[in-house]
């Protein structure tokens, strides 16, 4: 008998378990918010005080102890996870790992600098629960909806010609496809998560962009609050991530995005050797071998330089990392100048067409280059 009442406790509590199963996760990209994440915890719990939530703090190794708060959170919070990620960075691909990380049926997006209006989460739950709608968005720029305090002057006008641009990939038509504060079911996502590029800041951008349906869309006005604490993490490599994003949706069915900036780098590379030929020749008055030697090794580091800042941002390399990195990089480039050259000669004595000898050459190096060294100079 005493078996079979432990049994039915445990049965009673297990139900009381999945009855209490978040209904709705709030995913929260988090790099140095840490003052930021009890008021945010407090506004939550006021505004949601009769669904099943949890927030999940997706944290890019914050150097504010972010990541230890949101676990100390968490001990007195069940509702309240913390995700930390180690040599990651970028906004998107926090916010696709912290989705991953969930079970719930629906998922909210919202910054964690309390600029997001977290009591019209209820409301954008009961649009989806009706079924009408795929996805909400808290929108700036519909009646009603204000940038208010949140954007200085620059920050507007730079949102704006974001937000047009953002159409030239979008497939929905929505008044602020570059809001931050969003809310959609799960299997919208998961239709789309395979497409996704994960590149840059704007995952509303991504998802719009990426999804194989038609997504009906309803926008919520709000408007857009003060940063309280902290500061804002917007600057030149985040509109380059953005540029990055929009090149991925537009070209990256016909090529890697990636793979055209290696090799736009290498392009620029050549310039690079040119210029140090001719000046090894005429101002240094060096043999052509010497020059060309010097040529081609300052090309192979301005390329890997570039490459390391701008084509591979996500895994760039540090310290001593960037040393091995160097290396590989050398000998990686040198085997495909081989490869090149082979390749070239091997075209011009079956065609006898120096130009096409010499773009097949070009192409097999750059190939060569970019896949070997994206598996060995840049490996995570």
Not at 289 to 296: H, R, S, T
Request: charged share 20%; net charge positive.
């Amino acid at each position: 008998m005493q078996d079979i009442a432990l049994q039915s406790a445990v049965t009673a509590i297990d139900a009381r378990r999945i009855a209490a199963a978040p209904e709705l996760a709030i995913v929260i990209p988090t790099l140095n918010e840490r003052d930021n994440l009890e008021p945010l915890v407090a506004l939550l719990a006021e505004a949601l005080p009769d669904v099943a939530w949890e927030v999940i703090f997706v944290d890019d190794d914050s150097t504010d102890g972010t990541a230890d708060l949101a676990r100390a959170l968490a001990q007195r919070d069940l509702r309240v996870r913390c995700l930390q990620r180690i040599g990651r960075r970028g906004l998107a691909s926090a916010c696709i790992e912290g989705i991953l990380a969930s079970a719930s049926p629906y998922v909210a997006v919202m910054d964690g600098d309390l600029q997001h209006d977290e009591r019209l989460l209820g409301r954008m739950l009961e649009r989806l629960r009706r079924g009408d709608f795929d996805l909400v968005v808290g929108s700036r720029y519909v009646a009603d909806g204000a940038v208010g305090d949140g954007l200085s002057d620059r920050r507007a006008r730079a949102s704006h010609l974001a937000t047009r641009l953002a159409r030239l990939v979008c497939k929905a038509q929505i008044a602020d496809p570059m809001s931050g504060f969003f809310m959609f079911r799960r299997d919208v996502f998961h239709a789309a998560v395979r497409r996704l590029s994960g590149e840059g800041f704007k995952i509303l951008l991504d998802l719009l962009a990426s999804s194989p349906q038609h997504l009906r869309v309803c926008e919520i006005p709000f408007e857009f609050r003060k940063r309280r604490y902290g500061e804002s993490k917007l600057d030149v490599m985040v509109v380059w991530e953005y540029g990055m994003l929009l090149a991925d949706k537009m070209i990256g069915h016909l090529v890697p995005v990636r793979f055209a900036l290696f090799a736009l780098i290498g392009g620029l590379g050549l310039f690079v050797h040119l210029a140090v030929l001719w000046t090894g020749l005429k101002l240094f008055s060096l043999s052509f071998l010497e020059a060309q030697a010097g040529a081609v090794v300052t090309a192979m580091t301005s390329n890997f330089f570039l490459n390391n800042f701008f084509t591979y941002r996500d895994k760039r390399l540090h310290r001593w990392q960037l040393v091995r990195g160097l290396v590989s990089f050398y000998a990686i480039c040198s085997l495909g100048a081989v490869a090149n050259v082979g390749l070239a000669s091997y075209v011009f004595r079956i065609d006898q067409i120096w130009w096409l000898a010499g773009i097949a050459g070009v192409i097999v190096g750059s190939v060569w280059n970019y896949a070997i060294s994206s598996v060995y100079t840049w490996r995570r």
